[in-house]
């Protein structure tokens, strides 16, 4: 069984499998800013869960690199004991917190092992920034699949699919966000990409993460370009997802089985 619960609109949630129990991508205070914040700053429309009414967690996992995942203010306060994260966060986080144990994973350590569950890292094929990479949970009896930027799988990753624990949940961004080539161009690919990981992962539940709208300003805002579903309903109508979309736009928390 799986337990899950939202912990702000955006990406923090919460997730529990096979007794172990994840924060992932806590940004539940203050604002996110990318290099300056001219650039982009953005903060939530809608308080988080309050510092004490978090649920007991055994570790952090970060899965991607950038501040809206990897949020320092957040983590300061939290004081994580483990972290699972990029290895390419590896200097920010020993700096910020040294006593902490670290998983850090990257294409040639792609694995974790906690207890029963495993952590698997996919990292994706773009070379140049910004790049996102996914994150897969496996208990050996059911999987969850996090791809808080989309994810698109090449043979290779494919091929991996088919040696896990069936997937009850995947995690993804239905928003398709795009900026100009040179800001990154698309950021997430929508509900075409959506689809893809539907195909390929089978999942039984599909959550939309990393679409909250929040405020924001900066030179980021000014040139995205956001294309949202129209409805709830209009989800439920596509023939590929259905009724294995799973609507959570509170912080109650859940159960799938």
């Known amino acids: 069984m799986i337990r899950l619960q939202r912990l702000n609109l955006d990406t923090s949630l919460f997730l529990e499998i096979g007794g172990f129990k994840v924060l992932i991508d806590p940004w539940l205070e203050g604002t996110e800013v ?16 309050p510092f004490d009414e978090l649920p007991d967690y055994d570790v952090v996992l970060i ?17 994580p ?16 917190f040294p006593e902490a144990s670290l998983s850090l994973v990257d294409a040639d350590n792609s694995q974790a092992r906690f207890g029963n569950v ?15 990479d996914a994150f897969l949970l496996d208990d ?16 290779s990753s494919r091929s991996l699919v088919e040696e896990i624990s ?23 690919p929508g509900l075409d990409g959506v689809e893809h990981l539907c195909e390929v992962l089978k999942p039984k539940k599909v959550m939309a993460v990393h ?24 989800l439920r109508e596509l023939p590929w997802l259905g009724d294995r979309y799973l609507e959570l736009n509170t912080y109650h928390q859940i159960e799938i089985s």
């Not at 004991?81 to 910020?96: G, M, T, V």
């Not at 495993?118 to 996102?132: A, C, E, F, G, W």
């Not at 997937?167 to 398709?176: A, D, G, H």
Request: charged share 25%.
């Open 34 to 49: 990318d290099f300056f914040s001219w650039f982009n700053t953005q903060w939530h429309r809608t308080s988080p869960m």
């Open 63 to 79: 899965t991607q690199k950038y501040p809206d995942h990897f949020h320092l203010q957040t983590l300061k306060k939290l004081a």
């Open 81 to 96: 004991s483990h972290i699972i994260a990029p290895r390419s966060l590896e200097k920010k986080i020993r700096k910020n």
């Open 118 to 132: 495993q952590v698997m890292y996919l990292p994706t094929r773009r070379k140049v920034d910004p790049i996102y």
């Open 140 to 155: 050996g009896k059911e999987s969850v699949f996090l791809a808080t930027h989309g994810y698109e799988f090449d043979d």
């Open 166 to 188: 069936p997937c009850q949940l995947l995690v993804t961004p239905f928003n398709r966000y795009e900026l100009p080539f040179f800001l990154g161009g698309t950021v997430s």
């Open 211 to 234: 679409d909250e709208d929040k405020h924001a300003k900066g030179l980021v805002s000014k040139m995205a370009r956001i294309t949202r579903p129209k409805s709830t309903q209009a």
